[in-house]
Antibody, heavy 120, light 109 residues
Framework: QVTLRESGPALVKPTQTLTLTCTVSGFSLSTRGMCVSWIRQPPGKALEWLAL???????YYSTSLKTRLTISKDPSKNRVVLTMANMDPVDTATYYC????????????WGQGTLVTVSS | QSALTQPASVSGSPGLSITISCTGT?????????VSWYQQHPGKAPKLVIFDVSNRPSGVSNRFSGSKSGNTASLAISGLQTEDEADYYC?????????FGGGTKLTVL
């Protein structure tokens, strides 16, 4: 059974760096073809893809946010970590991690999401 | 990369059919057969209902179908049921990045 679970702070201050963790089970982050993405959704707004890490550890980033994002993983702990620098109130959103197909990048399993609010 | 264009809302009566469009450009939807669709109920995570334009994941009702013509992909839902009322998002892989549509709210009247 594939599951993903996001964890991290519910509240961060402007200019701080956000660190989110996605803990997965039911598949291995080291297995060829296994990728994990981060996707966010501001309240009442659309989904926005942020980043993907593949089985080799290569990261891919949203064009508009790549200077602020870093994605990494620790396969031994079944964890994928996303950091986003210089947080702003417009970054307030629910952040999801999702298992991602390696060929065509569809998201077949999603975590429940974690709401992050940016406020002083 | 710009978001894909979806109608803000569509509606239909139980038992009938609806179609949701997802319009991109020749650089994304028009080039790649890598469009996927997601259903999202309020307060829930999205759920994959169509991948690679027209493929249904195991467990998704065959009332859901997908297609593509030129720069526009479409999601069709037949035999509308009240539980189909949700937000629907399209997504397209564009070679190293992914973009989503703005989402469509489906109301089952």
């Amino acid at each position: 059974q594939v599951t993903l679970r996001e964890s991290g702070p519910a509240l961060v201050k402007p200019t701080q760096t956000l660190t989110l963790t996605c803990t997965v089970s039911g598949f291995s982050l080291s297995t060829r073809g296994m990728c994990v993405s981060w996707i966010r959704q501001p309240p009442g707004k659309a989904l926005e893809w942020l980043a993907l890490i593949d089985w080799d550890g290569d990261g891919y980033y949203s064009t508009s946010l790549k200077t602020r994002l870093t994605i990494s993983k620790d396969p031994s702990k079944n964890r994928v970590v996303l950091t986003m620098a210089n947080m702003d109130p417009v970054d307030t959103a629910t952040y999801y991690c999702a298992r991602t197909d390696s060929s065509t990048w569809y998201f077949d399993y999603w975590g429940q999401g974690t709401l992050v609010t940016v406020s002083s | 990369q710009s978001a894909l264009t979806q109608p803000a809302s569509v509606s239909g009566s139980p038992g009938l059919s609806i179609t949701i469009s997802c319009t991109g450009t020749s650089s994304d939807v028009g080039t790649y057969n890598y469009v996927s669709w997601y259903q999202q109920h309020p307060g829930k995570a999205p759920k994959l209902v169509i991948f690679d334009v027209s493929n249904r994941p195991s467990g998704v009702s065959n009332r859901f179908s997908g297609s593509k013509s030129g720069n526009t992909a479409s999601l069709a839902i037949s035999g509308l049921q009240t539980e189909d009322e949700a937000d629907y998002y399209c997504s397209s892989y564009i070679g190293g990045i992914t973009v989503f549509g703005g989402g469509t709210k489906l109301t089952v009247l």
